[in-house]
């Protein structure tokens, strides 16, 4: 077998890149070429111009100038923001601080004001018993005496009821015995006339001295009934 040979284009056909090349650039334009007219004029109206050096600097310095004062009013806008922030906490502050210092001195004048009324009372008050220093502490111990009274009352009162009712059932006793005692002498007075006698003048005796009794427990009892009104009305 013999060696391959690479084809060769035939002389007037184009390869396919040649064909696209006149496809983007008909006219056939050296674009290489402009371009390196126009680094060399780039470079001869710049670098090698001494003015270029010149204006390199200064725009530079004049870029940071703008960026430093473009910063200093960026940070003159902050401060101003906090400062209008303290300032409104402070207005705030001192609003809230008056009011809690005319609140401390409206509490202060009324404490001033009961303290004197207090010390009125006091000095007007002196030598009467059950009155203290100030007019909230002797209304206090008055009201404690007038709660002490009213107790001992009516424990005075329960116990006079209690006696009361005692001597209620004594007398209801002694008004039963005495009627079983004036028929049991009523009785044999009417069957017997001659032995009669001594145990009708016992009898009597006996019911002299119950009669007695009953009209002192009666009056014990009238007595403790207007006891009991005047502790109620009390």
Not at 107 to 135: D, F, L, T
């Amino acid at each position: 077998m013999s060696a391959q040979t690479p084809r060769q284009p035939s002389p007037g056909r184009d390869t396919w890149y040649e064909f696209l090349l006149k496809k983007c650039n008909p006219s056939g334009f050296d674009y290489g070429a402009w371009l390196e007219e126009q680094r060399k004029a780039f470079l001869e109206s710049t670098v090698k111009v001494p003015r270029f050096w010149y204006s390199v600097p200064v725009t530079a310095g004049l870029l940071v100038m703008i960026a430093a004062y473009a910063k200093l009013i960026l940070d003159h806008r902050r401060s101003m923001r906090v400062t209008a922030e303290m300032m409104s906490d402070l207005y705030s502050h001192d609003l809230y601080s008056r009011q809690v210092a005319k609140e401390a001195i409206e509490k202060y004048n009324q404490h001033i004001e009961q303290c004197n009324r207090a010390m009125e009372a006091a000095e007007s008050s002196k030598g009467k018993p059950g009155w203290g220093n100030s007019e909230v502490e002797s209304l206090r111990a008055e009201l404690q005496r007038i709660a002490g009274q009213l107790e001992a009352t009516t424990q005075d009162r329960n116990k006079l009821q209690e006696e009361l009712r005692q001597k209620s059932q004594v007398v209801a006793d002694l008004s039963t015995r005495l009627d079983a005692l004036s028929k049991k002498v009523n009785g044999p007075r009417n069957s017997t006339s001659g032995a009669g006698e001594p145990v009708s003048a016992g009898a009597n005796g006996d019911s002299a001295r119950f009669v007695g009794q009953i009209n002192r427990l009666q009056e014990e009892l009238y007595a403790e009934r207007q006891k009991n009104k005047r502790l109620k009305g009390a």
